[in-house]
């Protein structure tokens, strides 16, 4: 009768999460967002981290006797707004985090403390790769072994998800949320309470994924931070049982796309991806002091005519610094 219970209850939860999903108007990233890449996601205000079910629509699934009012609380219901079984980071970091640190305890004595996802070789860090960022410590398994759960918490997230196929995202207690992915077969579902060094799938080669190995996530309101700052993966332990999360740090080591920008900026070099209004793709190039057209046009192979037309300006036009050009 017990497991009746939390079954019925878990199906109330799903619906009421997926009706709060289909009036949020969520914003699914397109194919051009990587796995990880959360930037182009917007931020989402409503709140459906506390449902609160009415007990007459419990008693009609039960027909058993429950107190007025059941209030299912997700972890770290205080800090996300938001409980989204769909989408993997559908949180605005920079909305969220309005202090210059937090101080993270990684494990408290009422849990099960950490358990490392998986043991093996590390193949690929955190950090930029050729064309994109990689949010992740990939680490190298066989098809069908054993991927664990580092923290107590719940299961948010349990699906094929683009980039990262099978995949499994779990809010925690702690306030983080760790994602699991390119797994074989998923062993959890979402809305599931696990414990660290619950198996929340097996190993595999799902999604963009070239070989068997797992991609390891840990990331803070949706901002990722590298893992090896906050696990010894050679000892498969916590380098510390608290982690500080600072803005400083975001800036300058973890918000790998902005720091990519930076560092095309300093090169003189027009970045990002944008599009006009028409669905045309543009570049974004600041002006530096003693730029002249035909300059920026050969740093960035293209020419001041093709310049001046994005930008509707004449090839004698005087460029300020700090202006924006569209490249
Ligand atoms: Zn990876």
């Not at 796995?35 to 007990?55: F, R, Y």
């Not at 949320?177 to 998923?186: C, D, I, P």
């Not at 070099?269 to 002006?287: E, F, P, T």
Request: net charge positive; hydrophobic share 30%.
């Amino acid at each position: 009768m017990q497991n009746y219970l939390v079954k019925r209850l878990r199906i109330i939860l799903s619906i009421t999460c997926a009706f709060a999903l289909s009036v949020s108007a969520f914003a699914v990233p397109d194919d051009r967002n990587k796995p990880g890449d959360d930037k182009k996601d917007k931020a989402k205000k409503d709140d459906t981290t506390k449902v609160l079910l009415s007990a007459a629509e419990i008693i009609e699934e039960t027909e058993t006797e429950l107190p007025d009012t059941l209030e299912i609380s997700f972890p770290s219901h205080d800090l996300y707004s938001t409980w989204n079984t769909e989408t993997a980071h559908p949180y605005n970091f920079k909305e969220s985090f309005r202090c210059d640190s937090v101080q993270i305890q990684l494990t408290s004595e009422y849990d099960c403390g950490f358990t490392p996802p998986f043991c093996g070789y590390l193949t690929s860090l955190y950090g930029w790769r050729k064309y994109r960022p990689h949010y992740g410590t990939d680490i190298d398994l066989e098809t069908g072994e054993h991927v664990r759960a580092a923290f107590d918490g719940m299961v948010r997230v349990a699906r094929y998800y683009k980039g990262y196929g099978n995949c499994v995202i779990i809010r925690h207690n702690n306030g983080l949320e760790t994602v699991y992915a390119h797994l074989s077969k998923l062993l959890v579902e979402s809305g599931q309470q696990i414990e660290s060094g619950t198996v929340v799938g097996l190993g595999g080669n799902t999604g963009h994924s070239r070989g068997s190995h797992l991609h390891f996530e840990i990331r803070y309101l949706g901002q990722a931070i590298d893992a090896q700052d906050v696990i010894d993966f050679e000892k498969g332990e916590l380098i510390s049982n608290t982690f500080v999360l600072r803005k400083n740090d975001v800036e300058n080591k973890y918000d790998l796309r902005a720091l990519h920008s930076r560092y095309k900026s300093d090169l003189g070099l027009a970045y990002g991806n944008y599009k006009d209004k028409n669905g045309k793709s543009y570049k974004l190039y600041y002006v530096r002091k003693g730029d002249n057209l035909s300059r920026i046009a050969k740093r960035n192979r293209t020419t001041v005519s093709a310049i001046c037309k994005k930008n509707g300006i004449k090839p004698t036009t005087i460029l300020k610094p700090g202006r924006k050009l569209k490249i």
